[in-house]
């Protein structure tokens, strides 16, 4: 039987995508690309804004339009919150636990022909065991973590995703070195609160985590999908210090550059911490890219809020910003605060964020013409290959070579945005 699957939002649902891409795969079914016909159609949803509720949605009912006779699998955080969805079509539902179990639930359909339901509770579960031995691409994800406990006031996620719970140490090893060995050099730590990892065991946590992954053998760069200012303890900043595996970017939420704000949504620093911790990490790494996610028009946010936000945005220099306007959740703490913005408000301070997030990324990809980068290739185009740098510079090189299995040492010539233009590789790498 033939199989696609749609993935909506984050790096996890990506990760656990392939996860279940893996399971049929191993048992059987063959994939097909979404614009093709399927036996079988899963879609794994996102339920982080509005905007990704309504995504899921209309995600659903084409997939059902384009294979009206399909099986068809609904999971992940839009199916865990709504618990049941009621569309004619959807076959199989379930949330965040169970996706290790996928033939088993296309088994029990295909033996049944009855509605499976099994979403369930998530607020006290147990790691699920997953594992992939390979990503069929040079960069490759490594879940070690699901569930966040931190409840910012405009967070769904930890009612989706449930409590914090953590890979065992010796599955993460396992999987990395599979990974290796299927030839990936770059590996992708990724989780809903991936600093947090390890809080529930005794004495193994993740600065213990990264010690032991850099000791790998053939193991190129390690990545940090995002972490938390306040889990950038010394003990990360050490490792981040003695060893160049782990790559120069960071990618740090912010979500506010107002203090009061910060209060209001419950995080945990304020702006003096969140800088003092970025200008640590400077003294380490003078190169560093560090990206960042902010959240503009949180209910009560005023003009002086906003403000305060682009100022210490700039004051810290981030090189991109992922951009949020505030999206009004069921059933957390900010929606229940007063002085909710209008929608035309939150887009004309998302718009200048954007703005400003343009202009940071130029003046950092401006920074490293003349210099000679290393480039992991990830895919190419009729005129040479296109890949990233450790600071996460997306590089397209001229060049006839268009192996995407061997490294690159690439001159910056010129930007052009998004891309950094790169020379032809060179014989010397200079480190920067």
């Known amino acids: 039987m033939k199989f696609n699957i749609y993935t909506l939002g984050c790096k996890v649902n990506t990760y656990e995508s392939n996860v279940m891409r893996d399971h049929l795969n191993n048992h059987g079914y063959q ?7 399927a036996d079988i159609s899963i879609i794994n949803t996102c339920a982080v804004t509005n905007a990704a509720d309504h995504k899921s949605m209309k995600t659903i ?39 290790s179990n996928i033939v088993d639930y296309i088994e ?53 995703r449930g409590n914090v719970r953590s890979k065992k140490r010796e599955d ?9 060995k299927h030839g990936h050099k770059e590996i992708v730590l990724t989780g809903i609160h991936t600093g947090n990892y390890g809080s529930e065991f005794e004495n193994y946590d993740f600065a213990n985590l990264l ?25 990360v900043l050490e490792v981040l210090q003695k060893s160049k595996i782990l790559v120069d970017h960071l990618h740090i939420p912010l979500q506010s550059g107002s203090n009061t704000v910060l209060k ?14 970025i200008n640590q990490i400077r003294h380490i790494r003078p190169n560093i890219s560090i990206t960042t996610d902010v959240i503009t028009g949180f209910p009560g ?62 003046d950092y990809m401006k920074q490293f013409i003349g210099h000679i980068v290393e480039v992991l290739p990830e895919t190419t185009y009729e005129n040479g290959i296109i890949g990233h740098t450790g600071n996460y510079l997306l590089v397209k090189i001229k060049t006839s070579n268009q ?30």
């Open 301 to 362: 946010e005023t003009e002086e809020e906003f403000q305060q936000t682009i100022d210490t945005i700039r004051t810290i220099r981030f090189s991109k910003l992922h951009v949020f306007p505030y999206s009004k959740r069921e059933g957390t703490a900010a929606c229940r605060l007063p002085n909710h913005l209008d929608n035309g408000i939150k887009k004309e301070r998302a718009r200048k964020l954007i703005a400003l997030s343009k202009e940071l990324e130029m």
């Open 108 to 160: 029990e359909y295909k033996n049944q022909h009855q509605k499976i339901e099994k979403v369930t509770a998530i607020e006290h579960v147990c790691f699920e065991p997953m594992q992939l031995n390979n990503f069929n691409r040079t960069r490759a994800f490594v879940k070690i973590q699901d569930g966040c406990n931190n409840f910012c006031t405009y967070c769904i996620i930890p009612y989706t």
């Open 31 to 37: 994939e097909v690309s979404v614009d093709e016909i």
């Open 172 to 180: 993460v090893l396992e999987e990395v070195r599979q990974l290796v």
């Open 403 to 432: 192996n995407l299995e061997k490294k690159r040492n690439v001159k910056i010539e010129t930007v052009n945005y998004p891309y950094c233009i790169g020379s032809e590789e060179v014989d010397d790498f200079i480190k920067i």
């Open 264 to 277: 209001r949504m419950n995080r945990k620093y304020d702006t003096a911490y969140f800088i003092d911790k």
């Open 211 to 235: 010690q032991d992954l850099i000791t790998i053998d053939g193991l190129e760069r390690i990545r940090i999908s995002s972490i938390e200012i306040t889990e950038l303890n010394d003990r």
């Open 61 to 99: 009912k084409h997939a059902i339009r384009q294979n009206p006779n399909a099986i068809i699998v609904v999971c992940g955080c839009f199916a865990q919150k709504e618990k049941q969805i009621e569309i004619e079509g959807v076959d199989i539902i379930f949330g965040n636990q169970g996706k």
